[in-house]
DNA sequence: CTTGAACCTTACATGGATGTCACATTTTAC
DNA sequence: GTAAAATGTGACATCCATGTAAGGTTCAAG
């Protein structure tokens, strides 16, 4: 598919997508013209890098990473090295504290959103 | 307490505890000289910053949450508008979407950091 | 062949918390 | 009183994924 088709169906940019090709983290074929070509298993590709952004993972990791990860085919197409390990745990670190932190957040967002709600009704809803 | 204490014990620099102020997220008040003078409170006000900023909340929404929030007082100083609501509950949804992606790359990050450790055990164990 | 949509590359802009440097003033210790 | 440490302000830099604009090329449909 063409990246018109790729953004749409991942509901990324067009621009992210080429970045993300850019840094080594997506692959294409290109046509006799220039324009990209993508594998079907680019678009489960794009979601897994979106969730490794959303989770604070910078690109060059993210790199590092993705050849050593499990794929379709069985084991790792290579092994992580002493170095990239350590980075990988202490991301590890860096996202449970950050668990930690998105749920205390909700906790506050929860407790203001009850409170207003419990004296601001939405509009449509009974007063107690 | 002045400024280098705060940031001591709550382990944030100087820095961001003025640009805290400056944001309206951190009161002090000042000594003659013009130092700051922080309230004891200000150590807990300033690790729920951190917990805020870390779950991805901006200044100024935090700045617009901070006087809705119930404190060791009971109530909050103020109710929220339904435009903060708003913002809130779509606030709310994307922290849920953030844990959901932090909790995918933490499996992935699992996955790679155990399959490595199985060729390349650390140093100091004994191979199985 | 023509036309419009889709795509290409390159370059610059953005946001937002934080780092850093310079320089002045205050505070503290002796 | 004096030196050293701590603090003040202001300005500029940084990171990095993403937005956006310009100008040119390719693709698909009529």
Redesign the pocket.
């Known amino acids: 598919?063409?990246?018109?088709?790729?953004?749409h169906r991942t509901a990324?940019?067009?621009?992210?997508?080429?970045?993300?090709?850019q840094?080594g983290l997506l692959v294409?074929e290109?046509?006799?013209?220039?324009?990209?070509?993508f594998h079907e298993r680019a678009v489960d590709r794009v979601i897994l890098?979106?969730q490794l952004?959303a989770a604070g993972?910078?690109?060059?990791k993210?790199a590092a990473l993705l050849p050593c990860m499990r794929d379709a085919d069985g084991g790792p197409n290579e092994l992580a090295t002493q170095q990239l390990l350590d980075d990988l745990r202490s991301e590890r670190r860096r996202i449970d504290r950050t668990i930690r932190d998105l749920r205390t957040s909700r906790a506050v967002l929860d407790d203001v959103i009850a409170t207003a709600e419990h004296e601001l009704p939405p509009a449509g809803a009974a007063a107690s």
């Open positions: 598919m063409r990246i018109g088709e790729l953004a990324v940019s067009e621009r992210s997508l080429r970045y993300y090709e840094q294409s290109r046509t006799p013209g220039g324009h990209r070509e890098l979106q952004f993972l910078h690109s060059k993210i």
